[in-house]
C-alpha cells in the first residue's frame, strides 16, 4: 500500500458557504468539524498554487469521510459545473451511498438540487441515478448490490 494511508476529502468550490453547509448537512449528515479562512498573504496561496486569494471554508464530518468547501472571496470563480457533463476531464461527481435512492433524490430536490434523470437498476440489482447540488454539481446517489462494493458503516 505504500505510505496512503487512505482516502480523506474531496473539496467542492461554491458560492454560498452557508447554503452547502445547509445542504450537505441535511442530505447526508455532515457536520462542521473546523471552519476558517485565509487572506490574500496567507500561506494558503502557496499551498494551493496561486497568489493574492483569499476564502472562507470549512470542513464537514460524514459517517465514512470528509467533504471540504470553499468559497473564494478573491479570485471569483467564473466556472459553471451545471455546464459540465459526466463525460468531462476533471472530478466528476461525488457519490452517495443511499438506502432507497427515490427518497434521496426528493430530498436532493427539496434541498434545492436537481433530477437529471430518473433511478435505475440494473441487472445486478444495483440502483442509481445522478442528479445535481444547488450549485450545479454533480452527485451520484446509489444502493448497491449484486457484488458491487458498499461502504462497511459504523455499527450503531
Same mark, same amino acid.
Given at each position: 500500500?505504500?505510505?496512503?494511508?487512505?482516502?480523506?476529502?474531496?473539496? &467542492?468550490?461554491? #458560492?454560498?458557504?452557508? /447554503?452547502a453547509?445547509?445542504? +450537505?448537512s441535511?442530505?447526508?449528515?455532515? %457536520?462542521?468539524?473546523?471552519?476558517?479562512?485565509w487572506?490574500? %498573504?496567507?500561506?494558503? =496561496?502557496? &499551498?494551493i498554487?496561486m497568489s493574492?486569494?483569499s476564502?472562507?471554508f470549512?470542513m464537514? /464530518?460524514?459517517?465514512?469521510? +470528509?467533504? %471540504?468547501?470553499?468559497?473564494?472571496? *478573491?479570485?471569483q470563480?467564473?466556472?459553471? #459545473?451545471?455546464?459540465? =457533463?459526466?463525460?468531462?476531464?476533471?472530478i466528476?461527481?461525488?457519490?452517495? *451511498?443511499?438506502?432507497?435512492?427515490? /427518497?434521496?433524490?426528493? *430530498?436532493?430536490?427539496e434541498?434545492?438540487?436537481?433530477?437529471m434523470?430518473? #433511478?435505475?437498476t440494473? %441487472?445486478l440489482g &444495483?440502483t442509481?441515478v +445522478?442528479?445535481?447540488?444547488?450549485?450545479?454539481?454533480?452527485?451520484?446517489?446509489i444502493? #448497491?448490490?449484486?457484488?458491487f462494493?458498499? &461502504? =462497511?458503516?459504523?455499527?450503531e
Amino acid at each position: 500500500m505504500g505510505n496512503v494511508v487512505g482516502f480523506h476529502h474531496a473539496a &467542492i468550490v461554491v #458560492p454560498d458557504l452557508e /447554503e452547502a453547509v445547509r445542504f +450537505y448537512s441535511a442530505l447526508a449528515g455532515y %457536520e462542521k468539524v473546523r471552519e476558517s479562512r485565509w487572506d490574500s %498573504e496567507s500561506v494558503f =496561496n502557496e &499551498i494551493i498554487g496561486m497568489s493574492g486569494s483569499s476564502a472562507r471554508f470549512c470542513m464537514l /464530518e460524514g459517517a465514512n469521510g +470528509y467533504l %471540504e468547501l470553499f468559497e473564494y472571496e *478573491q479570485p471569483q470563480s467564473t466556472a459553471v #459545473p451545471a455546464s459540465l =457533463n459526466a463525460n468531462d476531464y476533471g472530478i466528476r461527481h461525488l457519490c452517495f *451511498q443511499v438506502e432507497v435512492v427515490e /427518497e434521496a433524490l426528493a *430530498q436532493v430536490i427539496e434541498l434545492g438540487g436537481s433530477k437529471m434523470n430518473e #433511478p435505475v437498476t440494473n %441487472e445486478l440489482g &444495483i440502483t442509481c441515478v +445522478y442528479c445535481r447540488d444547488p450549485f450545479g454539481n454533480l452527485l451520484e446517489l446509489i444502493r #448497491p448490490a449484486g457484488g458491487f462494493p458498499s &461502504i =462497511n458503516l459504523p455499527s450503531e
